[in-house]
């Protein structure tokens, strides 16, 4: 629905309200599934430090592109 065109045309106060849905989402999930997923991951260092990057990198990313 974010990205549908007449979404964003008919109905612009429902497109800014899925998008902070989708920030505050992500924001909520991206660095702590990361964080669980490499403490629990199975995989060598470098699988748990990629997991980790993973979701500090998501975060980072949404948060910069919300705030500017």
Known sequence: LQFVH???VTFPKFH???GK???YASLAIALPSGLMISIKT????S???SFLLLG???F???FFGAAF
Not at 42 to 45: A, L, R, S
Request: hydrophobic content about 55%; charged content about 10%.
């Open 60 to 62: 980072v990313a949404t």
């Open 6 to 8: 007449r979404v964003r």
């Open 47 to 49: 699988t748990i430090i």
């Open 21 to 23: 849905l989708y920030i």
């Open 16 to 18: 800014a309200l899925i």
């Open 56 to 58: 500090i990198a998501t």
């Open 42 to 45: 199975n995989g060598t260092t």
